[in-house]
């Protein structure tokens, strides 16, 4: 049986994103208690940001100027492509936020190595973990980094981020990022955070909604043997991961409920 994870069920999405928001806003002041902190968060596309849209993007309380927001996985693609999930993220969220006069920090691949006609995807990949090294290792060495909280959805072939169940990137053990050569569904090239890295952050959520991660969700819970991403995840964060969920996603999955607690309201 896996390591059960915290999983909070709503009846509809609204209430998945007013419950996100709350856990959000609290690792936000969890993080920035000492001073001079800021607050570190990684985000997945998908649907995912059009929940973060609905209910955080007008909060008073969140304190964008002290975000540094990251990319859980990029593909690759032109920033103002649909696909593009730092672009997607601009266009619903952080462009508002921006224009309002905030200013948090966003760390995206570099763009202009996206340009000729031939596309380095390792190059890519190494320059992104470059980032994440000047960042979250400065002047000390260290193994990893660790966020504040990482955001996840699930898609219903399993793949969290860009690590899709059975590829050779779920092994990776050393690096922070990595390409991705053949994705097997959207765009094909991609760079992705590798397990290690997500399992480290300091807090993981997932977002699931919907009536076709039904299946997907009750092998997550229940069958960790087939080793799909979602279920290493939960072992690798036991303690550290919750899961915020519409009841559509779940009718089937036998496990655990529990009651969300506001705490900013």
Not at 201 to 212: Q, S
Request: glycine letters at 6%.
């Amino acid at each position: 049986m896996t390591t059960v994870p915290t999983l909070y069920v709503f009846p509809e999405l609204l209430g998945v994103s007013e419950a996100l928001t709350d856990f959000i806003l609290t690792q936000q002041n969890h993080a920035l208690e000492k001073p001079n902190k800021r607050f570190k968060i990684a985000l997945s596309g998908g649907s995912l940001l059009h929940v973060l849209h609905t209910t955080l993007l007008h909060n008073p309380h969140v304190n964008w100027d002290k975000w540094d927001i990251w990319f859980v996985d990029e593909r690759i693609v032109s920033q103002d492509d649909n696909d593009s999930n730092s672009g997607t993220a601009l266009r619903l969220l952080l462009n508002e936020v921006m224009k309002n006069g905030k200013r948090p920090n966003v760390y995206t691949i570099n763009y202009s190595m996206l340009k000729g006609d031939e596309i380095d995807l390792q190059e890519i990949a190494d320059q992104y973990e470059s980032l994440l090294v000047r960042n979250f290792a400065g002047k000390d060495s260290v193994r990893l980094p660790q966020f504040d909280l990482i955001l996840l959805g699930c898609a219903p072939d399993g793949h969290v981020a860009s690590l899709f169940p059975g590829h050779t990137e779920l092994r990776e053990k050393d690096a922070w990022i990595v390409p991705v050569e053949n994705a097997p569904c959207g765009p094909k090239q991609r760079i992705t955070f590798t397990l290690p890295v997500i399992s480290h952050a300091k807090m993981v959520a997932f977002v699931v909604e919907g009536a076709t991660k039904a299946k997907v969700m009750q092998e997550i819970m229940e069958r960790p043997d087939k080793g799909l991403p979602g279920s290493i995840i939960n072992e690798k964060a036991a303690g550290r991961i919750v899961w915020f969920v519409d009841e559509e996603a779940v009718v089937d999955v036998v496990a655990r409920r529990k009651r969300y607690a506001f705490t900013n309201e």
